[in-house]
């Protein structure tokens, strides 16, 4: 009884102070949204300037699909606070997402997108098809996923696995999507060990076949994207015996569908299943039961075998005839990459924009609340991630030039850049995506603000195309083998960066200050010098393992901890050179003022934050901590400027999300507002 009587004084009070409440009420103006480019100063530096130094290529070319894909109903556009949106639907079934991953594609196809893509030939036409893909990107990775399977595995295996004969009879069907394509290599039981795969194929000279069989559970092959609904055709990866010996992994071209969809007989394909995110290719499993192809599907760049059964390869070592058959295979690492700092930058342009009209708390109690941009906290949360994204552009661009322009001589050095960067650039996209998720609070979380998403979408990259930890221990490895060769030769360092090797080793000053920190002498100095060292310290262990009787492979492995930290030493001093070439190639000087403050940043934080530069001794507590004011300084100097820099982005109002713009009104109510 006494709560009840409690209850109901409580009660008669707030009806008594109602009045008085909404008057109070009434008294506080309510939130207004205010476009930033009005509060904001005008940028010093050229945001055009900037988009075009930071994509690098095509922009009329990615502006006209951009275009393209705003214009058209399959894009589902959707209109929030006065701004039309494209973002795909991800409420929709898996079934749904696939059937309209199709129809854009065919949508793309009709108005020319792919023109050229395989039956082009030269430096533009290869950049074109970068550029295009990259767009592609930002509205969806699964459209964009579906595309590159088809086009750069399938397509790029028939180029550089294939011969004429192939060319002649698959390339243009494949550019005009007259059949559907897929790439067979992962297995249930094999990924990264491409050698290792299960898939056994033999050559019947009778008949003049290929016979190719899924010997074991752990050999059906996995993953593979278009292959659940939509694949007319495969390259299969496979061991191929010949004559009783295995010849190591080849390649072949094999019919999985008939024109009308039938599944080919002797050959089982099952769904993987809803996924995380990307579910908007079709990934599947196949087994191969006696499948029979003809002789001649066989992708014989590298080796071919005879009509009565013998095998020919100019190429008479295994380990080299592997190495280059799989050499061609480094397009997936570069779009990989290239596309996580596209992510990166749509998540940094979202999260920024957001926090320069978003306020939150007063410093004092008649105040009006601070930007979260303001808060010295959110600066270090996302600026450095700004100036790492516009070093890791660079980076992107630097890798698509060493492949579109690579030669038999710098297939070594693609291969190690493309899996550095590829890991690093994805780790990196990863990262960012989780900060500005965060940074967005509450709102990060809705779909149609993307970032949330993207998480989903974008967290197969660090295992597909090479499981980012595997791919910097074979740079680790690379690195050592280098070492090793410029020892034995007793002659200078020349391949993969190392030529700093051969100067005198850099020394670090005693005393850090602020100007030499900023100054790219020292920040090419440490770089270097974390690389030299972690160099010779991996292989003065590597050989101390042997020397207590350890092969040299499980040397290597036990020596994990040093690869790791020697596979980011060299990223990072690569990814730095090329900073600083691009740089280096600006006469403008606002635009090169700003890069300077990015540069110095992206260096500086990399140096905060990883633990090698104090475990090894590179920086002295005092120096770091030089080193992590700086930082603090640098993220102020960024403020003024992260309108503009998130701007140079050139990424459409379509393409981000409502948060980006007027946030209030696309949260106001409307009465023919979507439920839910």
Request: hydrophobic share 40%; net charge neutral.
């Amino acid at each position: 009884m006494e709560k009840v009587n409690f209850r109901t004084q409580v009660l008669i009070r707030h009806l008594q102070q109602t009045t008085a409440t909404a008057t109070a009420i009434s008294r506080s103006p309510c939130l207004s949204y205010a476009p930033p480019e009005i509060s904001e100063q005008p940028s010093p530096f050229d945001v055009s300037s900037m988009r075009k130094l930071m994509d690098g290529h095509n922009l009329v070319d990615r502006d006209w699909v951009f275009n393209l894909m705003i214009q058209s109903k399959l894009f589902n556009p959707k209109m929030r606070g006065g701004k039309v949106f494209v973002v795909p639907d991800y409420n929709q079934s898996m079934e749904q997402q696939r059937e309209i991953t199709m129809k854009r594609i065919q949508y793309l196809l009709d108005h020319g997108v792919f023109d050229g893509w395989l039956t082009g030939r030269g430096f533009e036409s290869e950049m074109r098809k970068l550029a295009l893909l990259e767009v592609i990107e930002i509205f969806d990775h699964s459209l964009a996923i579906k595309i590159g399977v088809h086009f750069f595995l399938w397509g790029g295996a028939i180029q550089f696995f294939g011969t004429k004969r192939h060319h002649d009879k698959w390339l243009s069907a494949t550019e005009n999507y007259l059949i559907k394509c897929c790439f067979s290599m992962t297995e249930l039981g094999h990924g990264s060990n491409v050698r290792g795969i299960e898939t056994l194929t033999t050559y019947d000279s009778k008949s003049g076949e290929f016979v190719i069989n899924t010997p074991c559970e752990s050999a059906q092959k996995y993953w593979i994207g278009g292959a659940a609904n939509h694949a007319t055709h495969t390259v299969v990866f496979s061991q191929l015996n010949v004559d009783g010996k295995n010849e190591g992994v080849h390649a072949f071209i094999t019919q999985i569908r008939d024109a009308d969809g039938n599944i080919c007989p002797n050959i089982r394909i099952a769904d993987c299943g809803h996924k995380i995110g990307l579910n908007g290719v079709d990934n599947g499993r196949i087994w191969f039961d006696n499948v029979r192809i003809p002789r001649e599907n066989l992708l014989n760049s590298v080796a071919d075998v005879s009509p009565d059964g013998k095998y020919l390869s100019a190429i008479k070592d295994p380990d080299q005839r592997f190495g280059a058959f799989m050499a061609p295979l480094t397009s997936g690492r570069v779009t990989i990459a290239a596309s996580a700092v596209y992510s990166a930058k749509i998540s940094l342009a979202i999260a920024i924009r957001y926090s320069l009209t978003r306020r939150a708390f007063s410093i004092t109690p008649d105040s009006a609340e601070v930007l979260l941009l303001d808060y010295p906290s959110h600066q270090h949360r996302l600026l450095p991630l700004l100036a790492k994204t516009y070093a890791m552009s660079f980076a992107a661009n630097h890798l698509k030039l060493l492949y579109v322009k690579r030669t038999p001589q710098l297939i070594k050095t693609l291969h190690v850049v493309s899996s550095s960067f590829k890991a690093i650039l994805t780790w990196h996209n990863m990262r960012t995506l989780q900060e500005c998720r965060e940074a967005c609070g509450g709102q990060g979380l809705k779909t149609e603000n993307r970032i949330g998403q993207l998480k989903g979408e974008f967290d197969v990259q660090s295992t597909f195309e090479g499981d980012n930890n595997v791919l910097m221990q074979q740079v680790s490895k690379a690195l050592l083998g280098e070492y090793l060769a410029a020892k034995k030769r007793n002659k200078p360092f020349k391949d993969l960066g190392l030529d700093h090797m051969n100067k005198s080793c850099p020394t670090i000053p005693l005393q850090l200050t602020a100007s030499t920190v900023r100054s790219v002498q020292f920040q090419n100095d440490i770089l270097c010098l974390r690389e030299r060292d972690l160099l010779n310290r991996f292989a003065a262990q590597v050989s101390k393992y042997q020397a207590q009787g350890e092969s040299k492979e499980s040397a290597v492995i036990a020596s994990y901890r040093l690869a790791e930290d020697l596979g980011r030493a060299f990223s990072d001093r690569a990814i730095f050179q090329t900073f600083v070439e691009a740089e280096n190639n600006v006469t403008d000087l606002p635009l090169k003022n700003i890069l300077s403050v990015l540069r110095s940043m992206y260096v500086l934080v990399t140096l905060d934050e990883d633990a090698a530069f104090l475990r090894y001794g590179y920086l002295t507590v005092e120096n770091a901590e030089t080193v992590r004011k700086e930082v603090a300084n640098l993220c102020s100097e960024m403020r003024p400027h992260a309108l503009a820099l998130v701007t140079s982005f050139g990424i459409p109002d379509a393409f981000l999300s409502p948060i980006a713009f007027d946030w209030i009104a696309a949260n106001s109510w409307s009465p023919d507002q979507d439920l839910a």
